[in-house]
């Protein structure tokens, strides 16, 4: 079955600097790749997502960058806030209708 | 539109009580999920309902029944709780296989 790998378990930022977040996949028939974010006490939330066929998203502080050939994909975010703060986790769907989830980053922005 | 609902919030057992946890989408989505969530240990899958009438086991289904009673409602029992099943539990929700899930809210559950 698909494994996702997602690194790293925690990451510490100043304020207004970048993120990176990275996930690595097994199955290469995987064509949907969503990152949810789940803030303290929350339910994940999807924040960006993209398919197979696509190379890079952006929506506004957030992009999403994926490397079939190389099975990774990650999460770029920009001009952190600490409304950022939370747990990003990324995921991996083959259309076998189990999406497959990293085990999650721990995202911490300092004021 | 509700999106997923989940009863209920929180919930106290003592090992060897039984209980169901229900879940509920108004949004003609086809699969349903539960995943019981655990410190450091990201989204487990228990059990997921690929459509109406049908239920597979996931990844830790042990300790764990599901019905998937109509499209809409999809409900875990713990037959006999068990303090590992200490957790916060989530019903999500997808309209096709490589589409957004959708997150209920959680129970979160603790068996003394």
């Known amino acids: 079955g698909e494994n996702v790998e997602q690194h790293p378990s925690t990451l510490s930022v100043q304020e207004g600097d970048s993120a990176v977040i990275k996930c690595t996949y097994s199955d290469s028939a995987s064509n949907y790749f969503p990152w949810y974010k789940q803030e303290l006490g929350k339910r994940p939330q999807l924040i960006i997502d993209?398919?197979?066929?696509?190379g890079e998203k952006k929506d506004q502080r957030i992009a999403v960058t994926l490397n079939k050939t190389a099975k990774h994909f990650s999460l770029h975010i920009t001009e952190t806030q600490p409304e950022d703060s939370a747990v990003y986790f990324c995921?991996?769907?083959?259309?076998?209708?189990?999406?497959?989830f990293g085990r999650g980053t721990s995202l911490i922005v300092h004021p | 539109n509700a999106g997923v609902t989940q009863t209920p919030k929180f919930q106290v057992l003592k090992t060897g009580q039984s209980m169901t946890l229900q879940c509920a989408q108004d949004m003609n989505h086809n699969s349903m999920y539960w995943y019981r969530q655990d410190p450091g240990m990201g989204l487990r899958l228990i059990y997921y309902s690929a459509s109406e009438g049908t239920t597979d086991k996931g990844e830790v289904p042990n300790g764990y029944n599901v019905s998937r009673l109509n499209k809409r409602e999809f409900s875990l029992r713990l037959e006999s709780a068990a303090p590992s099943q200490t957790s916060v539990y989530f019903c999500a929700s997808i309209l096709g296989s490589t589409d957004t899930q959708y997150f209920g809210p959680g129970t979160r559950l603790t068996v003394l």
């Open positions: 995921a991996a769907s083959t259309g076998s209708y189990i999406p497959t």
């Open positions: 993209i398919r197979s066929n696509v």
